[in-house]
């Protein structure tokens, strides 16, 4: 079974703007106690079911699909309820991270998100890492379509 071990933080400054990065489009098909995801990008698209998230862990399933499969499925049944962002991957002291500028609704939006390979490893926190927000609810991209930031 995918596993997905992710923490989320805020960020302060501009780390990235000596990268290059990916515009994602993403709707959600279904949210619950699991979610099901579309995303895309210019050329590539996926699926992805998440299960209910226990600490910074949950089952996680993603698969490449067709992007004008995509497109449609975002027009049909997601609509005009999508988040847009640019994603920027990072490198800090051998981790990877994602660090995520929305625009659109939720635009003054900055993320960074790091996977792990277990629970128990705490990677080097960048100097631009502003404060954690794993497990807050409001800022799961899920939450951001129906209540965008800054928070009411």
């Known amino acids: 079974m995918a596993k997905e071990i992710e923490r989320k933080f805020l960020v302060k400054g501009e780390p990235w703007l000596d ?13 619950g ?3 099901v995801r579309l995303r895309t990008s210019d050329s590539t698209a996926w699926l992805t079911i998440k299960g209910k998230t226990i600490g910074i862990s949950r089952t996680e399933f993603e698969y490449n699909i067709p992007l004008e499969d995509a497109h449609a499925m975002l027009d049909e049944f997601c609509g005009d309820e999508r988040i847009s962002k640019t994603r920027f991957i990072i490198p800090h002291e051998g981790f ?4 995520d500028v929305f ?11 790091i996977e792990l390979e277990s629970e128990d490893i705490s990677p ?3 100097p631009w890492i502003l404060k ?3 497990g807050k609810k409001h ?3 899920s939450r951001l379509i129906k209540n965008p930031w800054p928070f009411s």
Request: aromatic share 12%; glycine share 12%; proline share 5%.
């Open 19 to 31: 990268y290059t990065g990916t515009k994602l489009q993403q709707g959600y098909i279904a949210q």
């Open 33 to 35: 106690g699991s979610t």
């Open 96 to 99: 990877n991270w994602e660090v």
């Open 103 to 113: 625009d659109g609704q939720n635009e003054g939006l900055v993320t960074a998100e």
């Open 124 to 126: 080097p926190l960048p």
């Open 132 to 134: 954690e927000v794993t």
């Open 139 to 141: 800022y799961y991209n």
